[in-house]
């Protein structure tokens, strides 16, 4: 659903996913880690960065946890990617770096 077309409506199967999620109590870290970090990379995609501000420091609050796990380095990724957009490049700079330092050592 990321890579679709459509990402308003991958935006709402997302929430309402992770809704689930939530009313269910299922919290486990590195499932509402990449949640969070799809969530943020979607609203990047629909020019909503503050609000993919907001989904990328949730999923990097329970991702930060796992620093060898490959989800964490996707949200570094995705995280260079936000920072990209605002033309903030030394911050993306940095995040591109962290993620790629991560996939070299697993």
Do not use: R
């Amino acid at each position: 659903l990321l890579q679709c077309n459509d990402p308003v409506s991958a935006l709402e199967f997302f929430e309402s996913s992770l809704k689930v999620l939530v009313d269910n109590n299922i919290n486990e870290d590195l499932t509402l880690g990449a949640y969070y970090s799809d969530l943020g990379y979607l609203c990047v995609q629909l020019g909503e960065m503050k609000k993919a501000e907001t989904y990328y420091n949730k999923s990097y609050s329970y991702l930060k946890k796992y620093p060898n796990d490959y989800q964490y380095a996707y949200l570094l990724n995705n995280m260079g990617d936000y920072y990209h957009w605002l033309s903030n490049f030394n911050k993306a700079k940095f995040y591109y770096e962290e993620s790629l330092k991560m996939t070299e050592t697993q």
